[in-house]
Each structure stands twice: as C-alpha cells, then as structure tokens.
C-alpha cells in the first residue's frame, strides 16, 4: 500500500469551499476541469488520492474540481492567509476566535497528516 492509499480521504467542509478558489475551470485542459487530474497541478487522480473540491458553475456548465492533497494542503493555507480582519467581522475583535479561520486551520491540519 502506498503512502497515498494509506491515508484517509479528507472531506472539505461545505462551508469552507467558496474560499478555496480555483483556477478559471473554462480554460483548463478538459481532464482538470472535470477532476481526472488536479485542478492545480495537473496530476491524475483516483477515488484514493482525489480531495472533492465541490460543484462549481462556470458559463452555466457544472464542473466538479479535484485535486491532489499536497495542492489541496497550498490553497487552504493561502485562503488561511487571506482570511483577515479586513474581511471578517468577528477577526476585527479577535482573530483566535473566528470560526473560519479555526476551520481552515484544523482542514490544514489533517491534510498534513
């Protein structure tokens, strides 16, 4: 069993997918927009390594993205990174106790393991 197999599958919250943006699905090669490969890096996916990035609507088509962990892992923690007082009324008072910056932080954290 590869590492990659060993692992369990990591579901993205819901609630966390709008802020996990992907590339403009319209002008990615068929095969990333579609979830064969990542979205990001191009890599083939099976139902073993393949992290569900949600539906998205581009040009009234429904597409659903995929992508690897080590790219999965990239973007949440850049969308971690983003998410700041500037945005989000409840970092203004307090950032250790915002319910999304938590959740990206604790998604990020399983997908390091």
Do not use: K, Y
């Not at 403009?24 to 579609?34: H, K, S």
């Not at 990001?40 to 992508?67: N, Y």
């Amino acid at each position: 069993m590869t590492t990659a197999e060993s692992r369990a599958l990591v579901d993205v919250p819901a609630e966390l997918l709008p802020l996990i943006p992907v590339p403009p699905l319209n002008v990615l090669p068929d095969a990333r927009a579609r979830g064969a490969e990542c979205v990001w890096g191009g890599e083939p996916l099976s139902t073993a390594t393949a992290i569900d990035l949600g539906e998205r609507e581009t040009d009234g088509v429904h597409r659903f993205p995929r992508a690897c962990r080590s790219c999965t892992l990239r973007a949440v923690l850049a969308a971690r990174r983003s998410h700041h007082p500037g945005q989000c009324e409840q970092c203004v008072d307090d950032t250790a106790l915002c319910e999304t910056r938590r959740a990206l932080h604790t998604l990020a954290l399983e997908l390091r393991r």
